[in-house]
């Protein structure tokens, strides 16, 4: 499989998003059970068919481009607005990055390594380890990469986010993944109650570190990436449930500014592992 990984790397971006989108399509015609989640998350957010209709192509390119994104050629990536970056990074209190399953989110922490880890020290991201072993090894393999580290999703992983933190360097999280039972707590998501992770609240409140809010917007006919950030509107309250619901809040409001490349067939109201 990793040398069929190698072999679509090598494709061009451009190809690799046709072929993401047929097999996004695919995927919603096939599964019954994806096409039901995907309508039935669309509906809990209020949003119409006529806008989440792309996102069905957008979910089958996320996969396509992961070839690319871990082994091949850096996917040409831009700012929309990066001043607050500048400003966390330099204030030396660590930077929590926050970004949801929307566009191009692997991309992300590559082009923070890329632009700011000489300067800040290397990015440290979060990832949950695959249950293929085949699997499992690439990814941990593929994701490091100059000036990123990945950890996974254990206590020593989270222990290096809190060193790279107090550190005054970046981490970068997925605050919209499911966690592990008694690793998260129930929040509306647009309206409705998710199970959410307090981690990042958690590193925030250990660190003092600064939030921001960060999407890679996936740009047509394969010409890359666009990158937003922007911070928190307010800081995040003392209060654990309400500040998970603050940033579940800051999460709906990105994904309404473009729900053609948020993933909605992604399981968010699932029950957590080990609960009953």
């Known amino acids: 499989m990793l040398s069929l990984f190698r072999v679509f ?22 599964s019954p059970s994806y096409r039901r989640r995907f309508l039935a998350n669309a509906a809990l957010a209020g949003v119409s068919l006529r806008d989440v209709v792309a996102a069905v192509g957008h979910g089958g390119r996320m996969v396509a481009e992961l070839p690319r994104l871990w ?15 500048e400003r966390a990074l330099a204030s030396g209190r660590g930077v929590v990055f926050l ?45 490091e990469r100059p000036g990123l580290q990945a950890v996974p999703t254990t206590l020593a992983g989270v222990r290096q ?18 966690p592990p039972e008694g690793m998260g707590v129930w929040a509306s998501f647009f309206g409705q109650p998710a199970y959410t992770m307090t981690l990042a609240v958690r590193l925030v409140q250990q660190t003092g570190a600064t939030v921001l809010l960060a ?3 996936r740009l047509s006919w394969g010409r890359g990436v666009r990158i937003h950030v922007h911070e928190m509107q307010t800081p995040l309250a003392a209060d654990m449930t309400q500040a998970v619901t603050q940033i579940n809040a800051e ?12 993933l909605w067939g992604y399981a968010r109201y699932k029950q957590p592992r080990g609960e009953s």
């Open 161 to 178: 986010l809190i060193k790279a933190l107090r550190q005054g360097r970046a981490v970068g999280l997925l605050p919209d993944q499911v």
């Open 251 to 262: 999460m709906e409001q990105m994904i309404r500014a473009c729900p053609a490349q948020y």
């Open 71 to 85: 082994l091949g050629r850096p996917l040409p990536s831009v700012w929309a607005d990066n001043g607050c970056i």
């Open 215 to 217: 999407w890679s917007e």
């Open 99 to 143: 970004t949801p399953h929307m566009g191009c989110f692997e991309l992300s922490p590559q082009a923070l390594a890329r632009d700011y880890a000489e300067r800040y020290g290397p990015m440290t991201i979060l990832y949950r380890p695959a249950r293929q072993a085949w699997l499992a090894h690439t990814m941990a393999s593929v994701r």
């Open 9 to 30: 790397a090598l494709f061009p971006l451009g190809l690799l998003q046709v072929m993401g989108w047929l097999l996004g399509w695919l995927a919603f015609l096939a």
